[in-house]
């Protein structure tokens, strides 16, 4: 396990369509967070779980966006009918619940919306 | 307040230099200030992180600068080689609460060979 690992790397759909990414945290790591990065700009947050559980969510999270994490290990964030605003890089992050709080990140999945 | 205000937003360095970049926070909670290397088309990558009780932290050849009174942090980076060419961001936490990070709005530093 050599990190956190998201997939698509890229992802190019028309406006109005529903996309799914997937991410494969760090096996050792409870915590699970969802960042949002858009050009030029610092990366936000969007969601998180602790091992099953979603504790938190921003408001930057409309309706149209949902995140799982069945069973505690992989996530997916679901994005439907999405807007060109939604255009960004959407990155998963791993840290263990205790002791280091440092991220790991993974490589993130860029989503154009034409 | 959340906000964390990161400056320059780009640098430019002779290999050799010392690229200097700056941050200052609001919310006096936080308790985590960690910094970021990101590459094009990368995640960001862990670099240094420093507690509010101490004043600096050196880890190879970068060095965090603390100053609690005034909520500000900075990030240096010694003897820059055209490798650290990449976008440098602060951050800032509240452990207990999640610890979800609070992200400056990012610099660019470019180290000239």
């Known amino acids: 396990d050599t990190g956190v690992s998201q997939d698509p790397r890229h992802k190019i759909t028309k406006r109005g369509q529903n996309v799914t990414f997937r991410c494969d945290p760090i096996?050792?790591?409870?915590?699970l967070y969802w960042y949002r990065q858009t050009l030029g700009q610092g990366p936000e947050f969007l969601t998180y779980?602790?091992?099953?559980?979603?504790?938190?969510k921003s408001r930057l999270l409309s309706d149209r966006f949902s995140a799982e994490r069945p069973k505690g290990s992989f996530s997916t964030l679901e994005i439907q009918r999405t807007e060109q605003g939604d255009s960004a890089m959407y990155l998963c992050?791993?840290?263990?619940?205790?002791?280091?709080?440092?991220?790991?990140f993974g490589s993130g999945t860029r989503l154009t919306v034409v | 307040q959340q906000q964390v205000k990161q400056s320059p937003q780009s640098l430019i360095v002779q290999k050799g230099g010392i690229p200097i970049i700056n941050c200052a926070y609001e919310?006096?909670?936080?308790?985590?200030f960690p910094w970021y290397q990101q590459f094009p088309g990368k995640g960001p990558a862990l670099l240094i992180a420093?507690?509010?009780?101490?004043s600096e932290k050196k880890e190879g050849r970068f060095t965090i600068s603390f100053n609690k009174s005034a909520k500000q942090f900075s990030l240096h980076i010694m003897d820059s080689q055209p490798g650290d060419s990449a976008t440098y961001f602060c951050?800032?936490?509240?452990?207990?609460?999640?610890?979800?990070?609070?992200f400056g709005g990012g610099t660019r530093v470019l180290v000239k060979p």
């Open positions: 919310n006096t909670a936080f308790d985590y």
């Open positions: 779980f602790q091992n099953e559980a979603q504790l938190e």
């Open positions: 951050a800032a936490s509240i452990r207990a609460a999640g610890n979800k990070l609070t």
């Open positions: 992050a791993s840290s263990p619940m205790a002791g280091s709080y440092g991220y790991t």
């Open positions: 096996s050792e790591h409870n915590r």
């Open positions: 420093i507690r509010p009780d101490v």
